[in-house]
């Protein structure tokens, strides 16, 4: 199932960067899935993906596909941004704890100018699909 | 192995001394860390000749100077048997020099070694040099695309401590009121004018829950520390300070644990700090005061729980209740700490063991703690996931 996918009319302030191993992840983001490597010899997930696995030190790596939805651990807005940062401020960002165990940290999509969310609200990871690519971010899960 | 002593001590008052680019006259960093040498080393009762290490602090990538330490040398007219290097590790930097400094001394290469290091930076924009300093503290392709800055991390340990603790953003604010009451007393503090609590609360968000008074400025320093074996200290006939002990640990993670843990726990202060105490066969307890690394409010408090001076989840309570004030139960950062004695990031740890030894040998004048003989200072790595601990000795 895909996550939600939100159109974002800018580029990236910050491209990541790429590299032949990192590439499915974020080809898999833009299809609207978040995936990272789990080991296939200790079976614990790395978060990001890894070609080692950083538990044993295995490369027998596998990508597996997350539920994206988790409980919020921390989350901050930034007033003062960096100069590349400068025209999205102020900048909620969080600490994500997801269902299976992996704390990660990303956008947090909420009004900046209204109090944050608690923490422990249960959240869920969506896509930013900006001109150049994807990024992602999470969000509360909105009520049923 | 020898004992390792601090025997003379040098600092240059923290504020803005870098020039703006194009200043028709420019003050040239290794101008003011040459006269910061002398100082430190007439301080110990030495000469030149006694000087055989030097273990910097590098320079900011906005120092026009490149390799400073063997540039330095030169500067200095200085042979030296022992190592001459410049040491980096982000806020630890200062804590690696003086370290690295006392493991030449501890090892018998060098009688007397200097851990020194000069600061500049505030030539830059805070907005610009956060373009650098956003990927010291994040991983560039899973973080920093989100935009999160060094304090941004301290941020969300704030509200999760409140969170977790039941604390509040007054009870932090607190230790940003208590900091720059110590810094009134301090000569080379930068900020020294007292504030309120209202007077913090007041200020602008910069990372919420914290507002401007309760992060870092950023500012420019040097110091200079000169230490050497305990038999050279004796033979000097002057108050010393004797590293009583040392420890270090580095948790294997940057910034957050991918394994979900109590991130407001410290892990690292708490283990290199047992690690210290255990090596100095003292406890938390015995400490007259501590000098603590602490960036942001936050930081001191949680710093401060894993180092022992307070009880877990109490840390800001105390600052409430004036504990961790001069005069109260166990001051903490009497320098006024880095909100308010300044932050010049690379040479902060070695403001911090200037203050001590200020205060180990009795020449802290307003802000003396009364008897003090021994105390705790800390250092950290990203978002105190790694941190290194000593425990000091007054010595006469």
């Given at each position: 199932m895909s996550l939600p996918i939100l159109s974002i009319a800018r580029r990236r302030a910050f491209p990541p960067r790429t590299s032949r191993f990192t590439a499915p992840f974020w080809e898999s983001l833009a299809g609207g899935a978040l995936t990272t490597t789990a080991c296939a010899r200790c079976e614990k997930l790395t978060f990001?993906?890894?070609?080692?696995?950083?538990?044993?030190?295995?490369?027998d790596v596998r990508w597996i596909e997350l539920s994206a939805k988790g409980l919020l651990y921390a989350a901050t807005v930034i007033h003062a941004a960096p100069a590349i940062f400068s025209d999205e401020a102020p900048i909620p960002v969080c600490v994500v704890d997801l269902a299976e165990g992996l704390r990660i940290a990303t956008r947090l999509l909420v009004n900046p100018d209204a109090p944050l969310p608690a923490l422990d609200t249960p959240v869920e990871i969506v896509v930013l699909a900006y001109e150049d690519g994807p990024l992602f971010a999470a969000r509360p899960i909105p009520a049923a | 192995m020898a004992e390792v002593a601090i025997i003379g001590t040098a600092a240059l008052p923290v504020g803005k001394h870098q020039s703006p680019p194009?200043?028709?006259l420019q003050v040239l960093e290794h101008e003011v860390m040459a006269r910061l040498v002398t100082e430190a080393v007439t301080d110990a009762g030495l000469?030149?000749?006694?000087v055989e290490a030097l273990v910097f602090a590098q320079c900011r990538?906005?120092?026009?100077?490149?390799?400073f330490s063997t540039f330095m040398a030169h500067y200095l007219r200085l042979p030296c048997p022992g190592v001459v290097m410049e040491v980096l590790g982000n806020g630890m930097t200062g804590g690696y020099a003086f370290d690295r400094a006392a493991d030449e001394v501890r090892l018998g290469r060098a009688k007397v070694a200097l851990a020194l290091g000069i600061n500049f930076e505030t030539a830059i924009s805070a907005a610009e040099h956060a373009n650098s300093s956003m990927r010291a503290t994040?991983?560039?392709?899973?973080?920093?695309p989100f935009g999160f800055t060094p304090i941004s991390w301290y941020a969300m340990d704030a509200a999760r401590y409140i969170h977790d603790h039941g604390s509040s953003r007054e009870a932090l604010a607190a230790v940003a009121v208590k900091n720059r009451a110590h810094a009134a007393l301090?000569?080379?503090?930068?900020f020294r004018k007292p504030i309120t609590l209202a007077d913090v609360l007041g200020q602008p968000q910069i990372v919420s829950p914290l507002g401007l008074f309760e992060v870092p400025p950023r500012g420019d320093g040097a110091v200079c520390l000169v230490l050497a074996s305990e038999a050279v200290a004796k033979a000097t006939g002057r108050p010393y300070v004797l590293i009583r002990g040392r420890g270090y640990h580095h948790e294997?993670?940057?910034?957050?644990?991918?394994?979900?843990?109590?991130?407001?726990?410290?892990l690292a202060p708490q283990t290199a700090g047992a690690a210290a105490y255990a090596d100095a066969g003292v406890?938390?307890?015995?400490?007259?005061l501590a000098e603590i690394y602490a960036p942001c409010t936050i930081v001191e408090v949680l710093a401060s729980e894993a180092l022992g001076l307070a009880p877990r989840g109490r840390g800001a309570q105390a600052a409430v209740d004036g504990e961790?004030?001069?005069?109260?139960?166990i001051p903490i950062?009497?320098?006024?700490?880095?909100?308010?004695?300044?932050?010049?990031s690379y040479v902060t740890p070695l403001y911090s063991v200037f203050e001590l030894a200020e205060q180990l040998r009795g020449?802290?004048?307003?802000r003396q703690v009364a008897n003090a003989r021994l105390a705790v200072t800390s250092c950290e790595l990203g978002n105190y996931n790694a941190a290194l601990v000593h425990v000091l000795e007054a010595k006469s």
């Open positions: 990001p993906p890894k070609p080692i696995c950083p538990h044993c030190w295995s490369s | 194009g200043s028709d000469s030149k000749e006694d990538p906005y120092t026009l100077q490149k390799y994040g991983d560039v392709d899973f973080h920093t301090n000569p080379i503090a930068q294997g993670a940057h910034q957050i644990s991918e394994i979900p843990n109590d991130m407001t726990a410290f406890t938390a307890a015995d400490m007259d961790t004030r001069l005069g109260g139960r950062c009497t320098s006024g700490g880095l909100q308010s004695r300044g932050h010049p020449r802290a004048g307003d």
